[in-house]
């Protein structure tokens, strides 16, 4: 079982930046992918952005070029710089890792206000 702790979100102005961390109860060498996804009200959850056990990156188009993967093994940790925001990008973000199943963080809320 992997436990996963999120951190970092809050209420930012329209063009500013937040970081949110998630940290695993398990070594990050031990997770095929870990990625972050959020959730608008009345929208399904869609991928933000993913980072493989061998450092490949996807990040969904909307957010190419602002935000930022990254990921401290030592730490088991990874983290999403969100840079640029805009107010429709305000959403619960979720972190989430892959081993041979899908485990979920608690979810982090983000308000980006206009």
């Known amino acids: 079982q992997v436990q996963l702790v999120e951190s970092g979100g809050g209420l930012v102005q329209a063009g500013g930046s937040l970081r949110l961390s998630c940290t695993a109860s398990v070594s990050t060498f031990s997770l095929r992918t870990m990625a972050w996804y959020r959730q608008a009200p009345g929208k399904q959850r869609e991928l933000v952005a993913a980072v493989t056990s061998g450092g490949s990156t996807r990040y969904a188009d909307s957010v190419k070029g602002r935000f930022t993967i990254s990921r401290d093994n030592a730490k088991r940790t990874w983290y999403l710089q969100m840079n640029s925001l805009k107010p429709e990008e305000t959403a619960v973000y979720y972190c989430?890792?892959?081993?041979?199943?899908?485990?979920w963080g608690q979810g982090t809320q983000v308000t980006v206000s206009s």
């Open positions: 989430n890792a892959e081993t041979y199943k899908a485990y």
